[in-house]
């Protein structure tokens, strides 16, 4: 099992920036890809960026160039860094871990909240 908890969301202004952290542990050593969901008000759960194992990003289209995932493996941690940040980015966001068996884990979620 792993276990994953996400900290660093919070309020900001538009155009502002945070920064997620997503600190796993458990059987870290079966982690293929890790990856940053949200669900806004409203509206379904959505991919935003994941890493896989050796580095390699993908991004949702509405985040580009202004979201990256990065992972610290000697921390087992893998951040997000959000700037400029806009009203619609407000949502939960959870961490996810993809494991080689092809199992899923979830983060408890952080609330990020940006005001216009």
């Known amino acids: 099992q792993v276990q994953l908890v996400e900290s660093g969301g919070g309020l900001v202004q538009a155009g502002g920036s945070l920064r997620l952290s997503c600190a796993a542990s458990?059987?870290?050593?079966?982690?293929?890809?890790m990856g940053w969901y949200r669900r806004a008000p409203g509206k379904q759960r959505e991919l935003v960026a994941t890493?896989?194992?050796?580095?390699?990003?993908t991004y949702a289209d509405s985040v580009k160039g202004r979201f990256t995932i990065s992972r610290d493996n000697a921390k087992n941690t893998v951040y997000m860094q959000m700037s400029s940040l806009k009203a619609e980015d407000t949502a939960v966001y959870y961490c996810?871990?993809?494991?080689?068996?092809?199992?899923?884990?979830w983060g408890q979620g952080t609330q990020v909240t940006v005001s216009s």
């Open positions: 996810n871990a993809l494991l080689r068996n092809g199992s899923w884990y």
């Open positions: 458990g059987s870290i050593f079966s982690i293929n890809a």
């Open positions: 890493i896989s194992s050796r580095g390699s990003t």
